[in-house]
């Protein structure tokens, strides 16, 4: 099957229509077509080669909702007309201890990424900026009514990224969280875990968005760029989701937590971190990271967003729009997700 | 009261014997007629001046054993006669939220420390390297039979210290924990693990202590000099307590722990260690960091180990041999705690 597709052709290089070859429906297949396909900021990442040589043409997007058109014969967990979704990982070895426990995106043979990874039948994966793609039915997620699908979209990734680590240490009624940066992730972080019941605070460099972070969920924004801040909130947290990839000053926010406090990093900065072991000792303190979460959780993710009727913002956009998006999403200047219509496509 | 002691005059100046003056024994005070004092590495770090200024004459020793000859009016925890303890606190507020949350060691105000501290009433704080001790009853912990008085008293610091974080990250059945060196924090740590039902692995600079540790509770023992350890042991551990203060390639150590593994540091050193995120995000990993333990928690530790008929290993000096054994506690020439005998300071 040839599908209409969004690619870059080399690293760094603008993407352009390509035209892809989807595999045939096997047994355990959905074929899905596919309505939209979030921009992750690690979808830029990828074609830009910052993240070491890829398989070039890449065809990125791993925040995929759409519906089923066909299903293979062993199917039973989805049906032809479902809304479904994709997010960053299409197939696990289903054996190891990692994926028994749920946790496939931790698989100790190595979790099949949705895009420019190869998958275990030797093939390479092509992500989401497509019109239709065929995943193993493990893989794919429902999506429940009461969920605009473009706003879904970024659920598989930017919703599971944070929602992981959120329920991991215990956000909810009578915890206090904060949020640092408030992008793509941030601002699921902030609506999850207002969603949960938790005390949720905004650590942004500037003020900027303090009123879109407060109608997003936020009880409170303080500016990163006021030491004040510091000072103010000093061992207030008791979870703190650092959603910034860049270096921080480790010690600094660390010194934001409460006893048994948690701060969590869901990016990586490309240099390590350097931390003072007193910031940890101080306060019984850790330091923790996050990458997305299993299929199960990311399934109560999605049915806990339709509980909660939320979504992530999104600005939608057609195919051809895609690369003046990446300059918008490198100037950080979206709120919050690009989303793309993938009918453009065709 | 003027009793006899042990002091440091003045920074890296050898011990000597002084005579120091204990306070009244006021309405919530207990006078205990000390038995034993042990030595810990911190001792050293503070008369030496490593860890600034110090109020020479400086009396060490947080490690305290001994007997109540006398209470005040208003102490009921406490009877003349009673086998006691006090650790590395006298004191602290009892008032903010971590002292009411049994936290006193992060007492928002500054746990008063047992020796080389201010106290609350201004006066300045001495240790147990001395016949007798004045102490707010609260502040002492009751050693129950069972124990040997000097095996009790390194549970006052290394016990309680190894001890909170195991509970505090669930070692228990079914749960792999390594312990990084095997010195005065590092052999309770595997005492302690193993009476609480985990199974135990020595990571240690060499196999030269390996009987030992076998003889102490470890199921396993692996030398940290060879670096197939690192492959052999990769994402094992559930818990791994790092009780090296010296500066260890972290990264190394954090991919020994499995999905939701934590690393525990309870020594801390000087300089900040670097840390690749990916190595926490890529397992849900956390590092972390633990101080001694609050009062209810180092009974329970003391009941525990009575319960367990555990105590330290240890090597039992006279006072005027507390020198020597500094130099041997600095060349890690000990199994594995000094504890003086305090009836040999009359």
Known sequence: MRVNAYAAPAAGQPLAPIVIERREVGANDVLIEIQYAGICHSDIHTVNGDWGPQPFPVVPGHEIVGVVTEIGADVTRHSVGDRVGVGCMVNSCGECTNCRGGDEQYCQKGMVGTYAATDRDGTTTQGGYSTHVVVDADYVLSVPDGIDGAAAAPLLCAGITTYAPL??????????????????????????????????????????????????????????????????????????????????????????????????????????????????????????????????????????????????????????????AYERVLASDVRYRFVIDTSTLV
Chains 1, 2 share one sequence.
């Open 167 to 324: 329920r991991r240490w215990g956000a909810g009624p009578g915890k206090k969280v904060a949020v640092v940066g408030l992008g793509g992730l941030g601002h699921m972080a902030v609506k999850l875990a207002h969603a949960m019941g938790a005390e949720v605070t905004v650590l942004s460099q500037s003020l900027k968005k303090q009123e879109d972070g407060l109608r997003l969920g936020a009880d409170d924004y303080y500016a990163t760029s006021d030491p004040s801040t510091f000072e103010h909130l000093a061992s207030r947290f008791d979870l703190i989701i650092n959603t910034v990839s860049a270096r921080i000053d480790l010690d600094a926010y660390l010194g934001l937590l409460a006893v048994d406090g948690t701060l969590v990093n869901v990016g990586a900065p490309p240099e390590p971190l350097s931390v003072n072991v007193f910031s940890l000792i101080g306060g019984r303190r850790s330091f923790a990271g996050s990458m997305i979460g299993g299929i199960a959780l990311t399934q109560e993710m999605l049915d806990f967003c339709a509980e909660h009727e939320l979504g992530a913002e999104v600005e939608v956009i057609a195919a051809d729009q895609v690369n003046e």
